[in-house]
């Protein structure tokens, strides 16, 4: 796929503070031996949301590890696959082999309990991807 021993992807929303963070870190968690992952923000907010960090907590995941980064701040290589959520217009077009928009709700202000559903719901789009990748049959382009 790439030079690199694994393939590279970046996870990419608006703020950089929820969904792209939580999917960086279930790929890291779970999936490390498969793929490098980072993520950016295309208007990166520089903080990482507290009901992030605590919903990753319930799972034993130290998200305040992370730091919110702007795309600007990405190193200029063609990345293996990107996935964006949500963020429309506002994720410019990033070099990549492949590409994918995840359509997950946008979880910042929502309740604890609704919070959880969309890190799951992160965490279950990161694994089949995974796995996709494992079997290089990961989406193309959409």
């Not at 990753?56 to 795309?71: F, I, V």
């Not at 946008?106 to 996709?132: G, T, Y």
């Amino acid at each position: 796929m790439s030079e690199s021993p694994k393939p590279r992807v970046l996870f990419v929303c608006v703020e950089n503070s929820c969904r792209s963070q939580m999917a960086e870190a279930f790929a890291r968690l779970s999936f490390a031996d498969r793929l490098e992952a980072a993520s950016a923000g295309s208007q990166a907010s520089g903080v990482i949301n507290p009901k992030a960090i605590a919903a990753m907590a319930e799972l034993g995941y130290d998200l305040t590890r992370h730091a919110s980064k702007s795309l600007a701040t990405l190193p200029d290589i063609e990345w293996d696959f990107v996935v964006t959520m949500g963020c429309g217009d506002a994720c410019p077009n990033l070099r990549a082999r492949r590409r994918i928009d995840w359509q997950i709700p946008q979880p910042k202000d929502m309740a604890p309990a609704e919070f959880a559903r969309v890190r799951d719901l992160v965490r279950e789009h990161v694994a089949q991807l995974a796995q996709a990748l494992a079997n290089d049959s990961a989406p193309r382009s959409q």
